[in-house]
């Protein structure tokens, strides 16, 4: 199975700061890598598909980066709504899996 | 207006099953490939299985549900099902249909959940 390890696992930031996330597979995904942001009682939600693709609607603060087997998340200037835990996931293989999460804290 | 809604959870004894079943709107729904993914209280997500576009189509599942979990689809009704039998403890969670897209998950349910406890 591919592991993705996520870091770091919690982040608090401030309102317009750059944030990066970062997500490592245990080997090569072929770049079949997702981002989702889950808000506490909703469904995940996809900002970013193929490492760097951003999902219609998202707005263009989020942005993807990375190949192989790492790869980053981020959020140029931090917005109160960007609250949440945000995953990786990967389906270059089966099982698909996800990181564990990043808790992102808007101070 | 792409709409997916779980329904069919509650609470189960270890060892119950519980069919899980998901409708949509919005697509058509013979394009996709489908999922269910899970969440169990305060933990992160876990995918559970994978049904190919076809009525009978290919399977894929996680592991730990091989065997006890078996993933249906009814193109005609737009339906996705989940039936879970011999089910654990650890079984507890928000599952959440999903439409594949390429290799990831674009469009969710709202979720609903399933307990496994006596």
């Known amino acids: 199975d591919i592991q993705l390890t996520q870091s770091p696992s919690f982040l608090s930031a401030f309102v317009g700061d750059r944030v990066t996330i970062t997500c490592r597979a245990s080997?090569?995904?072929?770049?079949?890598l997702a981002w989702y942001q889950q808000n506490p009682g909703r469904a995940p939600k996809l900002l970013i598909y193929?490492?760097?693709t951003l999902q219609r609607g998202v707005p263009s603060r989020f942005s993807g980066s990375g190949s192989g087997t790492e790869f980053t998340l981020t959020i140029s200037s931090l917005q109160p709504e960007d609250f949440g835990t945000y995953y990786c996931q990967q389906l270059s293989s089966y099982p698909a899996t996800f990181g564990q999460g990043t808790k992102v804290e808007v101070k | 207006e792409v709409q997916l809604v779980e329904s069919g959870g509650g609470l189960v004894q270890p060892g119950g099953s519980l069919r899980l079943s998901c409708v949509w709107s919005g697509f058509m729904f013979d394009d996709h490939w489908m999922a269910w993914v899970r969440q169990a209280p305060g933990k992160g997500l876990e995918w559970v299985a994978n049904i190919n576009k076809q009525d009978e189509g290919e399977q894929f599942y996680v592991d730990s549900v091989r065997g006890r979990f078996t993933i249906s689809r009814d193109n005609a009704k737009n339906s996705l099902s989940l039936q879970m039998n011999s089910l654990r403890a650890e079984d507890t969670a928000v599952y959440f249909c999903?439409?594949?897209?390429?290799?990831?998950?674009?469009?969710w349910g709202q979720g609903i959940l399933v307990t496994v406890s006596s």
């Open positions: 080997q090569g995904v072929n770049n079949y």
């Open positions: 193929g490492a760097s």
């Open positions: 999903a439409r594949i897209y390429l290799r990831h998950f674009d469009y």
